[in-house]
């Protein structure tokens, strides 16, 4: 199906420039150089807590998936359902009653949840053609949608997991054979499922840990190499599972215990302060407040962590007096191009609708965290506000879609589905100073 996209009054222009700005110094030229972000709002319709690039038409240019719905790149302003797009709602807005297409959000004044809260890309039939993976309501189904290269009509639909639980899973390689795979939790088990030769059929299924009776909205998980032996660990919030040196016969993995938190988003093991030891980036409650990494040390030959929270819930517990709630998404990409990555997140909008959580109709904010390192070992995460006016779902994407070499987002949430295309220019000192956000603390 082919439409043009029809936005309402408040996506204005289809592009708008953001007022925000990042700066950092240009090592070739020595000017300062400011990073912006132009806004475009590809609809205002809820229909999906994340999105993804991809390239579905075959035409060189990175394309959008956002629900039911891919749209055309490099302007998305032409959209093809490729799934089932006929679920409406009514609610009250402005204590008016009012239909609109997709599910309850910010359209009206009540909560309502998709059937789409991750997405991703991949050429899953090894067709050459770029296939639609989707990992839905916590507890239900994992399925993908088969590229008919062009064809019409509704993509061909596959179950690839039947029960995908946590709130953060995601689709990477966790075994180490150059292949994706989905990690979740799964009738009670930590694991991952890897689609087999046909990838029509379900996918096989490994545990790889005890059955510990993990719960479908279970919070915070994540894949990294915790102890630096080349292999992927998971990370969930009460601690890391360690990979063994064989997965032949599906082992459990060594648990070590820790606690990330209370329940956050994505988990990052990365190596924060250049130390050469990976530490574990977190919120600490993806329905209250904190973002923090945490500091990998040795004792006696034994992994232990230390704190550091950065973002919390008061003005005063952050260096540049940053604070938001609901931090359900979190990406780590290297955003201004330093060769240290960033992370990138915000508040998601309406978690349990505008009565819920703390703070549910705050100012809907997106950020990138740039990471400085300092000599002694200590870092700064500078924040840098990318929009005041979407914040994120369940999930966040920073990619270059466009191969200009700068990392832009991507966010699908209740409040609509957003690309913020990055750029950047050459300014004078002045200008690159009065960008620069100041601190409120020594």
Known sequence: MRSPILPRALLGAACLASLFAAALPSHAAGKPVLHTFTKQQLTDEFWSEG?????FNHDGKQDVVAGPYWYEGPDFKVRHAYSDASHRSKSKKNGQDTEFAGYKGWLGNENEYSANFFAFTRDLNRDGWDDILILGFPGAESFWYENPKGGAGPWKRHVALDVTDNE????????????????????GFYGYAEPGADPTQPWKWHSLSPNKNYHKFTHGMGVGDVNGDGRMDLLEKDGWWEQPA??????????????????GAQMHAYDVNG?????????????????????QYREGGEIKFREHIFVNKMPNENDY???????????????????????????????HGPDGDPEPNATPLLYWFQLKRNADK????????IDDASGTGTQVMARDYNGDGKPDVLVGNKHGVFVFTQSTKKVTQAEYDAAQPKRVRP
């Open 51 to 55: 999105a993804a690039f991809g390239d």
């Open 168 to 187: 953060s899973p995601t689709f990477t390689d966790i075994t180490g054979d150059g292949k994706p795979e989905i990690v979740c939790s799964s009738k």
């Open 378 to 385: 200590t870092v700064d995460w500078i924040p840098h506000q």
């Open 321 to 351: 007096g940053v604070h938001f709630s609901q931090l359900h998404a979190i990406d780590l990409v290297d955003m201004d191009g330093d060769g240290l990555k960033d992370i990138v997140t915000g508040k998601r909008f309406w978690a």
């Open 275 to 295: 130390d050469g030891l990976n530490d574990v980036i977190t919120s600490i409650s993806a329905h209250g407040y904190g973002l923090a990494w945490y500091e």
């Open 246 to 263: 064989s997965l032949a016969g599906d082992p459990v993995w060594k648990f070590h215990p820790f606690a990330f938190g209370t329940g």
